[in-house]
């Protein structure tokens, strides 16, 4: 029997292999995002566990640095407030803690990257929701068949996978590749 490192490195390849069908669609979102950077917008970004992580991940690699040396840009991880996620927790419901903050926050111009490996993430659901209700364009970043919030997604970008940790290494290659797409677009690398 396969070591278990050896039997996840199988399931990650099988998963990866199945990736250059997004190609087209990742180029997409890199360029939605340049274009609303470029004309003084911003990215707003959630997820829940793992896929809050990856939204702090991709907030952080655009307001400092990613490949060179290089103007901040705008983006804000709304999963980073705990003040704000624990009051709307508290006096709304958990659902609504991106929802209230992408209305408070975001604007026509703006783009959101919802992240949920499940695609049915109630609270990024909402989200999606409130951004297409302000005219912000919401990019899914999602696993297995991409859920609810991809139907709710101006570009879904759907891992073919219904394993979470196959998911989430693909999308942080998918967040990597948007930063590069977006700083060459921008001319920033």
Known sequence: MASLFLANLAEHLRTFERLP???AEIARAGSLIAQSLAADGKLLSCGNGGSAADA??????LTGRFIKERRPLAAVSLTTDSSALTCIGNDYSFDEVFARQVRALGRQGD?????????????VRRAAEEAQALGMPVIGLLGRDGGAIKT???????????VTARIQEAH?????????LIEHELQLA
Request: proline share 5%.
């Open 152 to 162: 709710l997604s101006d570009v879904a970008l759907v891992v073919p996978s219904d």
């Open 21 to 23: 069908a997004l190609d």
């Open 172 to 180: 942080i290659l998918i967040i990597h590749t948007l930063c590069g």
């Open 56 to 61: 702090q991940h991709i907030a952080s690699e």
């Open 111 to 123: 783009v959101l990257l919802a992240i949920s490996t499940s695609g049915n993430s109630p609270n």
